[in-house]
């Protein structure tokens, strides 16, 4: 059974940091690409940013451009989401997902598996 688990997440001033992870079991993590999506409510999912399987490639969303970034480590299975100066405007449930594809996607719907998310607030 794949499973998912983000943690990282909390209420953070303007300018601060927070770290996000995404720990994967039940899957070969090193053959998934990963992507960082958030969503409020009232709106359509947003992707933040991706990685290739190896690393190799990244993928951001102009928004959060030079102030997150996203990394992994296949061998803890784990994906990271670095975020610095955050903004109000940052403000979300953060879910992982993963796609079984050496390619990445900007689209929710080619994702396979999804973690439960976790909520970021930042307060001006």
């Known amino acids: 059974q794949v499973e998912l688990v983000e943690s990282g997440g909390g209420a953070v001033q303007a300018g601060g940091s927070l770290r996000l992870s995404c720990a994967a079991s039940?899957?070969?993590?090193?053959?998934?690409?990963m992507a960082w999506f958030r969503q409020v409510p009232g709106k359509e999912r947003e992707t933040v940013a991706y990685?290739?399987?190896?690393?190799?490639?990244?993928y951001y969303t102009d928004s959060v451009q030079g102030r997150f970034t996203i990394s992994r480590d296949n061998a803890k299975n784990t994906v990271y989401l670095q975020m610095t100066d955050l903004k109000p405007e940052d403000t979300a449930v953060y879910s992982c997902?993963?796609?079984?594809?050496?390619?990445?996607?900007?689209?929710?719907?080619?994702?396979?598996?999804w973690g439960q998310g976790t909520q970021v607030t930042v307060s001006s």
């Open positions: 990685i290739t399987w190896n690393g190799g490639r990244t």
């Open positions: 039940g899957l070969t993590f090193s053959r998934f690409a």
């Open positions: 997902a993963a796609r079984n594809n050496i390619f990445n996607s900007r689209t929710p719907r080619d994702y396979d598996y």
